[in-house]
């Protein structure tokens, strides 16, 4: 079946720093893929939806200026955590439908801000 | 907001089946019911979905009530590996919706 990639799958970094974390889609093309957010024991929440081509939209309270969304061509969308604060750690993860409307997740990067 | 309801967690024996329960009272006529499972530090795989009529495949079945209201899904012989916590979502099956996960059923399939 079809597959999403992240890259990568866990990262540390300094708070201050920026860190970008990419999601392709691996034997499809994908016009729209969506960024989730996820923390320990809760349940996945809905950061942006990833447009080739355009702007990401945002979901509201998610701060557009310190989550960068880049869907650059029909394979890959980066979100780069800009000036990561220990708050930021989470897992992130991002999904891709297919041309048959068929939605499929990335395997998810773990994220922590020390 | 998620549109569905389900138990915070169940439990199953090894090798009997699993039923998890779902209510999604104000489905639309054009929504889907999907379920998902995610296990522990994985991203979330797709399990099955249908309209209005039951569904089976490989990993489970899926049942919805008449009205639509509510559906089970049911893994027919629960294994170790199916522990994990299943979302049930309803959506419109057009490209491009975004999925907006419920806190989901936290399974433990125990030996």
């Known amino acids: 079946g079809a597959v999403v990639s992240q890259h990568p799958s866990r990262v540390i970094c300094k708070s201050g720093t920026s860190v970008k974390i990419e999601c392709r889609s691996l034997?499809?093309?994908?016009?729209?893929m969506f960024w989730y957010r996820q923390f320990p024991k809760q349940s996945l929440m809905l950061m942006a939806t990833?447009?080739?081509?355009?702007?990401?939209?945002?979901e509201q309270g998610v701060e557009k200026d310190k989550f960068l969304i880049n869907h650059a061509s029909l394979t890959l969308s980066t979100l780069t955590v800009t000036s990561a604060h220990p708050e930021d750690s989470s897992f992130y993860i991002c999904s891709a439908y297919t041309r048959t409307d068929t939605q499929y997740f990335g395997p998810g990067t773990r994220l922590t801000v020390l | 907001d998620a549109k569905t309801t389900q138990p915070p967690s169940m439990d199953c024996a090894e090798g009997r089946a699993a039923n998890l329960p779902c209510n999604h009272s104000?489905?639309?006529?054009?929504?889907?019911v999907y379920w998902y499972r995610q296990i522990h530090s994985q991203g979330p795989q797709y399990i099955i979905h249908?309209?209005?009529n039951n569904e089976t495949n490989e990993m489970a079945s899926l049942i919805i009530t008449e009205d639509r209201k509510s559906s089970t899904l049911i893994l027919p012989h629960a294994t170790l590996r199916d522990t994990a916590v299943y979302y049930c979502?309803?959506?419109?099956?057009?490209?491009?919706?975004?999925?907006?996960f419920g806190a989901g059923t936290r399974l433990f399939v125990k030996a």
């Open positions: 104000t489905i639309s006529g054009n929504e889907y």
């Open positions: 979502i309803v959506r419109a099956d057009t490209g491009g919706f975004k999925t907006i």
């Open positions: 249908g309209l209005k």
């Open positions: 034997d499809f093309q994908a016009t729209t």
């Open positions: 990833s447009n080739e081509g355009s702007k990401a939209t945002y």
